[in-house]
């Protein structure tokens, strides 16, 4: 049995920001693009690892949640407080740089951590944290 990440999910708040952080900003390419019920969601994904997707999502993406779900949601995203996502870099200092001087918001710069990482750590425009990791052995 071979099981494998297919897609993940990010929240965001508007698509238009997100797009130009995602796709601008990291170079992800635009794999889809789809409305419904009033809704967005945009996958991307690195050109390196064709097989993996990040879908942009709605902070909650159910037509049928309650307005203060909703409020909730959208709160929690404003806060920083929901998930994010590690992604990993051949030159951490590189890419540190390259977001940086993008104006992303700096959570923490290119560090050696203990358990055999350097990585450095931005909010996207949504508030999500984004950690990248090089490991010492590249």
């Not at 879908?55 to 037509?63: C, Q, R, S």
């Not at 709160?75 to 200092?93: H, N, Q, Y």
């Not at 750590?121 to 508030?127: E, H, I, T, W």
Request: proline share 7%.
């Amino acid at each position: 049995m071979d099981i494998k990440l297919s897609q993940c999910f990010i929240a965001v708040d508007d698509h238009d920001k997100a797009l130009a952080f995602y796709r601008d900003v990291l170079g992800f390419e635009v794999r889809n693009d789809v409305g419904f019920e009033g809704m967005r969601w945009v996958t991307v994904g690195s050109p390196s690892q064709p097989d993996v997707e990040i879908v942009l999502e709605p902070p909650i993406a159910n037509p049928n949640a309650s307005p203060s779900d909703k409020q909730a949601m959208a709160e929690l995203l404003a806060k920083g407080m929901l998930r994010g996502v590690i992604f990993s870099t051949d030159d951490c200092d590189a890419t540190f740089d390259h977001i940086q001087a993008s104006g992303a918001e700096v959570l923490q710069e290119p560090i050696d951590q203990p358990y055999g990482v350097r990585d450095c750590a931005f909010r996207d425009p949504a508030g999500n944290m984004l950690r990248f990791v090089q490991h010492r052995n590249t």
